[in-house]
C-alpha cells in the first residue's frame, strides 16, 4: 500500500510542481514517446544482455513482491517452529528410525503435510530434511552443521535476491541512457541549426527531456523498487535461518522447546509470536 502511495507521489508532485511553476506540458509530451522507446528500449535490452533467462523470469515473477512483500507472515513463522519442534522432539524422544520416514517423503509425511505453505516452499523442505539426514548419518558436530547451513544459506540468497540486483543495475545505467537520448536530440538540432530561435527552443527541450527521463525514471521509480526487492529477499532469509538456528541448537543438546524458543528470538518484531502464542500452538499439536 505505501509502495503505492509513493509511486503516485513521485508522479504527482514532480508533475504537478512544474506544471504550477507554469510549465509547458507540450514540449515533454511530444517528446515523450521517442525518449521513452530510446530510454526504456536500451534499459530492457541491456537487461536482457547482462542477465539470464532464469534471472529475468524470476524478476517478471517477484516484481509482485516490491507491494505484497515477504511470502511468509505470523502464522507461517508459528507453524515453521511448531514443525520444527515435532521434528526435534520425535528425534529425541523415538530416535532417528522414527525420522526417517518423515525426512526421506516428506510429502507423504503426517507432520509436514500440517503446514501446506511450508511444504510447497522447496528449499525449506530440503533444507530441512537435508540437514537431519546429516544428523542420522552421525555428523553431529553443531559447528561443522552450522557450517554447512551457512555456505547452503549463503547460496540461495545469493540466487534468491538476483533480480533485486539485475533491477539495480538498470537503475544505475538509466540516468547515462538519458543522456545518449539527450546527445541524439543535440545530434538532430545541430542539423537544424538554422531554425528559428522558437523552434530550436522547442527542440533543445525535446533534447533534454531526455536527461530528465533517464534520471526520473532511475531515482524515482527503478532504484526504490530495486531497494524495496532486496528489503524482501533479506526478511524471507531470515525464514530459513530460523530453521538453521533451531537444528544446531538442537545439536547443543537442548531440548525441542529450548530450541524453537531461541529459533522465535530470530523471527521478525513484525511477525514474531509471543511465548505463549508458541506455546499453545505447541501445545495444540502435542493434544492432537
Avoid at 106 to 132: G, M, N, Q, W
Wanted: aromatic fraction near 8%.
Amino acid at each position: 500500500m505505501f509502495q503505492i502511495v509513493g509511486v503516485i507521489a513521485v508522479f504527482v508532485l514532480v508533475f504537478g510542481g512544474f506544471m504550477l511553476s507554469g510549465g509547458n506540458f507540450e514540449i515533454i509530451l511530444k517528446a515523450l514517446p521517442f525518449e521513452m522507446m530510446m530510454i526504456g528500449g536500451a534499459a530492457v535490452g541491456a537487461f536482457l544482455i547482462g542477465n539470464a533467462p532464469k534471472t529475468v523470469m524470476k524478476t517478471l515473477g517477484d516484481f509482485g513482491k516490491i507491494v505484497s512483500g515477504s511470502q511468509w507472515k505470523q502464522q507461517d513463522y508459528v507453524d515453521l517452529l511448531t514443525l520444527l519442534f515435532q521434528l526435534t522432539k520425535t528425534m529425541k524422544t523415538k530416535g532417528v528410525i522414527a525420522l526417517e520416514t518423515h525426512i526421506e517423503k516428506p510429502h507423504e509425511s503426517a507432520i509436514f503435510t500440517a503446514y501446506p505453505r511450508i511444504l510447497k516452499d522447496h528449499f525449506a523442505v530440503d533444507f530441512i530434511c537435508d540437514t537431519l539426514r546429516m544428523m542420522t548419518m552421525n555428523l553431529e558436530d553443531p559447528h561443522q552443521v552450522e557450517d554447512a547451513m551457512e555456505k547452503q544459506l549463503e547460496k540461495h540468497h545469493h540466487e534468491a535476491a538476483a533480480p533485486a540486483h539485475a533491477v539495480q543495475l538498470m537503475a544505475d545505467a538509466l540516468p547515462a541512457l538519458g543522456i545518449v537520448a539527450a546527445v541524439l536530440g543535440i545530434i538532430k538540432t545541430m542539423g537544424g541549426i538554422d531554425a528559428p530561435p522558437q523552434i530550436l527552443g522547442k527542440m533543445i527541450g525535446g533534447a533534454l527531456t531526455g536527461t530528465f527521463l533517464g534520471v526520473y525514471l532511475a531515482y524515482g521509480f527503478v532504484g526504490p523498487f530495486a531497494t524495496r526487492l532486496q528489503a524482501v529477499y533479506d526478511e524471507e532469509a531470515i525464514f530459513y535461518k530460523i530453521i538453521q538456528n533451531v537444528l544446531v541448537a538442537h545439536l547443543h543438546g537442548n531440548a525441542a522447546q529450548i530450541s524453537v524458543e531461541i529459533g522465535r528470538g530470530s523471527v521478525p518484531s513484525a511477525f514474531q509470536p509471543s511465548f505463549l502464542e508458541l506455546e499453545e500452538a505447541i501445545s495444540s499439536v502435542q493434544a492432537a
